[in-house]
């Protein structure tokens, strides 16, 4: 089993940056792929961000390629997402979540999320 629990966001300017983090309990983060998702009010939940169990591959959505970093650091079992250049658009809840490589695609285990407000 393992918990997820974000931290970080908070309100701030567009243009502005912002880093959330992902702390997670347990002996199986450095096994596990790890991803970002987010909610904005009103729309369903969309894919952000994720990195491989090794950390050596990344993917990204379209809409925050070249501005958010997702990384990650095993001794602290933690995951990051480095958000730069942030747009009122990227308002939204954001969640980190986990996966098994063997079901890369089902994230089974959730944190709670964090809010990112970002005004114009």
């Known amino acids: 089993q393992v918990q997820l629990v974000e931290s970080g966001g908070r309100l701030v300017q567009a243009g502005g940056s912002l880093r959330l983090a992902c702390a997670a309990s347990?002996?199986?983060?450095?096994?596990?792929?790890m991803g970002w998702f987010r909610q904005a009010p009103g729309k369903e939940r969309e894919f952000v961000a994720r990195i491989s169990a090794s950390g050596g591959s990344t993917y990204y959505a379209d809409s925050v390629k070249g501005r958010f970093t997702i990384s990650r650091d095993g001794a602290k079992s933690t995951v990051y997402l480095q958000m730069n250049s942030l747009k009122p658009e990227d308002t939204a809840v954001y969640y980190c979540?986990?996966?098994?490589?063997?079901?890369?695609?089902?994230?089974?285990?959730w944190g709670q999320g964090t809010q990112v407000t970002v005004s114009s």
């Open positions: 347990g002996r199986t983060f450095s096994s596990i792929h």
């Open positions: 979540a986990g996966a098994w490589p063997f079901t890369p695609n089902d994230y089974q285990y």
